[in-house]
């Protein structure tokens, strides 16, 4: 079975200028995959527009139009400068949404073996009704919620290890159970966008399922793998998952003009394994990684070379 490669040209017509969330990203990464010759290793998926009974499992109606009529109008930014807007933001966020849907259906159908999602714009800090930080729907959250109402599976982690905390997933389940959130990023007293602290847990019926690890600027490979495997991943193998998600950013490499966060591609590539082999044990290999952050552009296309490599290849 094959691990599906979701991408498709709306994702480069969210048009966002000078701003360092911009098509250049995935263009890079695109071309570093057709360099490698990687990309005919993989089911190649196009996508379509999330319906609104999807996006509506997280965000309000209301909100989708506040988000169709701002592009529309030729508004340049919706809610804060940080999210730039065009006529195709919309549509290319709905997309998104709908590769996501997409994605966790044929993964949970044993379709795919497991899949990533080459989009923009980026999903973990869009809030219930809120766009921030260049995220306008939450996609990782979509398909969350799409899993676990749409879909009967009981128990679904989702590891974020974008390198801000992904306060609008975070937010989308603090009181539930039946999906455990675990965020791995820059301490919030020092970098955007100032939530996700420890004690951070989530609340009522959620209270234990949200596990947040803020890392000190300047943390290093040693630091954050240290973490992962003496904190996180005992945590992940104790909640048994059935479904697992990545929010993979790769916005704490060393290189990223973003955060202070000094990662190489060594532990980006440990953490997916570690996490490809928690799948492998609890859920028949059930992942969906999408990307969020990462501004250096060849280190992004090398991180994410390196990350749908991991997920393809046969296990070890
Ligand atoms: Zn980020």
Do not use: W
Request: proline fraction near 4%; hydrophobic fraction near 35%; include cysteine.
């Amino acid at each position: 079975m094959k691990t599906g490669y979701f991408t498709d040209p709306i994702f480069l017509r969210h048009d966002t200028g000078g701003h360092p969330e911009n098509a250049g990203r995935l263009e890079a990464i695109r071309a570093k995959l057709e360099s490698e010759g990687l990309l005919a290793r993989f089911a190649q998926k196009s996508s379509r527009p999330a319906t609104e009974q999807e996006v509506g499992l997280v965000h309000t109606i209301d909100y989708m139009h506040l988000v169709e009529e701002a592009a529309l109008s030729g508004q340049q930014f919706l809610n804060t400068p940080d999210c730039v807007i065009s006529e195709e933001t919309y549509s290319a966020a709905l997309h998104g949404a709908g590769a996501f849907v997409d994605a966790v259906t044929e993964v949970a159908a044993g379709r795919l073996e497991n899949a990533f999602l080459a989009c923009r714009p980026p999903g973990h800090h869009a809030e219930h009704q809120e766009a921030m930080g260049f995220c306008f729907f939450n996609n990782i959250a979509i398909g969350a919620a799409m899993l676990t109402r749409e879909l009967g599976v009981q128990r679904v982690l989702i590891f974020d290890f974008d390198v801000h905390h992904g306060n609008g997933t975070q937010h989308t389940f603090e009181d539930r159970k039946d999906v455990f959130f675990s965020s791995i990023h820059q301490h919030p007293s020092t970098c955007y966008p100032g939530t996700g602290y420890e004690k951070e847990k989530g609340r009522g019926d959620g209270l234990g399922y949200t596990l947040n690890t803020p890392m000190q600027p300047y943390a290093t490979d040693e630091d954050y793998l240290e973490v992962f495997h003496n904190l996180l991943l005992p945590a992940f193998r104790e909640y048994d998952p059935d479904f697992i998600l990545l929010s993979a950013g790769f916005d704490a490499h060393r290189d990223d003009p973003l955060a202070q966060v000094n990662l190489t591609q060594t532990a980006f590539d440990e953490m997916l394994t570690g996490m490809k082999q928690l799948a492998l044990d609890c859920c028949q290999g059930r992942l969906v990684s999408v990307l969020e952050g990462g501004y250096n552009y060849e280190r992004l296309s090398e991180c994410v070379a390196s990350h749908v490599t991991l997920l393809q290849s046969d296990p070890a």
